[in-house]
C-alpha cells in the first residue's frame, strides 16, 4: 500500500537548537515530493519540491533534502516563528498523478 | 500572481442541512483544482480533484459531490450532512500537467451540529 509516513509526530526545541524531521514513503513511481508549513485554523503553505534522489532545497533556516526512500526536512537554529505543522506529501503516476500526504509533525519553538 | 479564495471561513450546520462551500482561482488558467478534508490532527484526505469545466474525478465515496461550473470556480455541495462531515476542508490548485505543487487556499471550518 503507497504510504508516507512522518516522524516524530511532535518536537519541542530550544530557540538555536537544530533539528530534523523524517518523512518516509512508499510509492510505486515517484514523480515529486513536496514540502508544506501549516500554521493553525489555515490552509498549507507551499515551501519545496524535490524531484529527484540528491536533490537539496534551502529557504531560510529551513533545507529539504530527497533519498529514495526519505526526505529530511532539516531546520537550523530555529527561532519560536517556525512553530507549526510540516507536512510532506509525495506525488505518484498511476495512470494519473496522485498525491499523498502524511499526518505532518507538529514542531514547537520555546524562546 | 495567483490567488485562491474559499468562502465561507466558518460554517456551523445542523445535521441534515445542505451544504455548498465555494472556491475560487484569480490570476491562471485551466487549473487542476482540488477539494481536502483535514480531520484534527490528521493528515489531509482528497476529496475530489478536477483537470477542467465539468471534469470530476471523486476519491472518496461519500455523501459530498463537486462541481466546476467556470475555469477558476469549484463548489463542494451535500444534500444532507452528517455529523461525519465536520472538519476542516481545503481547496487547492495546481498547473495542470507534471508534478507540480498545490497551492491551498484559506480554508472553510465546518462543524455540524
Known amino acids: 500500500e503507497d504510504q508516507v509516513t512522518q516522524s516524530p509526530e511532535a518536537l519541542r526545541l530550544q530557540e538555536g537548537e537544530s533539528s530534523s524531521l523524517n518523512c518516509s514513503y512508499t510509492v510505486s513511481g515517484l514523480r515529486g515530493l513536496f514540502w508544506y508549513r501549516q500554521d493553525p485554523g489555515k490552509g498549507p503553505e507551499f515551501l519545496f519540491t524535490?524531484?529527484?534522489a540528491g536533490e537539496e532545497k534551502e529557504k531560510e533556516r529551513l533545507k529539504a533534502t530527497l533519498t529514495k526512500k526519505e526526505s529530511f526536512l532539516h531546520i537550523t537554529a530555529p527561532k519560536p516563528e517556525d512553530s507549526a505543522t510540516y507536512l510532506c506529501?509525495?506525488?505518484?503516476?498511476?495512470?494519473?498523478?496522485?498525491?499523498?500526504f502524511g499526518a505532518g509533525t507538529r514542531l514547537f519553538v520555546k524562546a | 500572481s495567483q490567488t485562491i479564495h474559499q468562502w465561507p471561513a466558518t460554517l456551523v450546520q445542523p445535521v441534515g442541512s445542505p451544504l455548498s462551500l465555494e472556491c475560487t482561482v484569480e490570476?491562471?488558467?485551466?487549473?487542476?483544482l482540488y477539494w481536502y478534508r483535514q480531520a484534527a490532527g490528521r493528515g489531509l484526505q482528497l476529496l475530489f480533484y478536477s483537470v477542467g469545466i465539468g471534469q470530476i474525478s471523486s476519491e472518496v465515496p461519500q455523501n459530498l459531490s463537486a462541481s466546476r461550473p467556470q475555469d477558476r470556480q469549484f463548489i463542494l455541495s451535500s444534500k444532507k450532512l452528517l455529523l461525519s462531515d465536520s472538519g476542516f476542508y481545503l481547496c487547492?490548485?495546481?498547473?495542470?500537467?507534471?508534478?507540480?505543487?498545490?497551492?491551498f487556499g484559506p480554508g472553510t471550518r465546518l462543524t455540524v451540529t
Open positions: 487547492a490548485w495546481s498547473v495542470a500537467g507534471q508534478a507540480y505543487e498545490q497551492y
Open positions: 524535490l524531484y529527484s
Open positions: 490570476g491562471t488558467s485551466n487549473p487542476n
Open positions: 506529501a509525495v506525488q505518484e503516476y498511476t495512470g494519473g498523478f496522485k498525491t499523498i
